[in-house]
Nanobody, 123 residues
Framework: VQLQASGGGLVQAGGSLRLSCAAS????????MGWFRQAPGKEREFVAA????????NYADSVKGRFTISRDNAKNTVTLQMNSLKPEDTAVYYC?????????????????WGQGTQVTVSS
């Protein structure tokens, strides 16, 4: 399984970015997908997750109402739409494929990780 994240960049506070994650390999349409982030000097934290068919989404409290996760199983992609960005959203964002069809915030349930894409929000 290979995961390739893209779409990061530099944006002003209040702006928007759209992250995409392209998956290759056998695993994708039967497994939940998630986004995590890691800011400098901090531990990796959960951002959002989506079930195998897109029917269930989970969000960290810090991004609820601002971020939206979606997936297109026909294209093997998962997307994170990020609106109303804040400086505290600055981090490297990682997409990950879960072990199960439905998954939550526990990183140990995600055995497959992409390389990360940098998001920087200026104040």
């Amino acid at each position: 399984v290979q995961l390739q994240a893209s779409g990061g960049g530099l944006v002003q506070a209040g702006g928007s970015l759209r992250l995409s994650c392209a998956a290759s390999g056998r695993i994708f349409s039967n497994n939940a997908m998630g986004w995590f982030r890691q800011a400098p000097g901090k531990e990796r934290e959960f951002v959002a997750a989506i079930s195998w068919n897109g029917g269930r989404q989970n969000y960290a409290d810090s991004v609820k109402g601002r971020f939206t996760i979606s997936r297109d199983n026909a294209k093997n992609t998962v997307t994170l739409q990020m609106n109303s960005l804040k400086p505290e959203d600055t981090a490297v964002y990682y997409c990950a494929a879960a072990r199960f069809a439905v998954s939550g915030s526990e990183p140990l349930n995600y055995p497959h990780w992409g390389q990360g894409t940098q998001v920087t929000v200026s104040s």
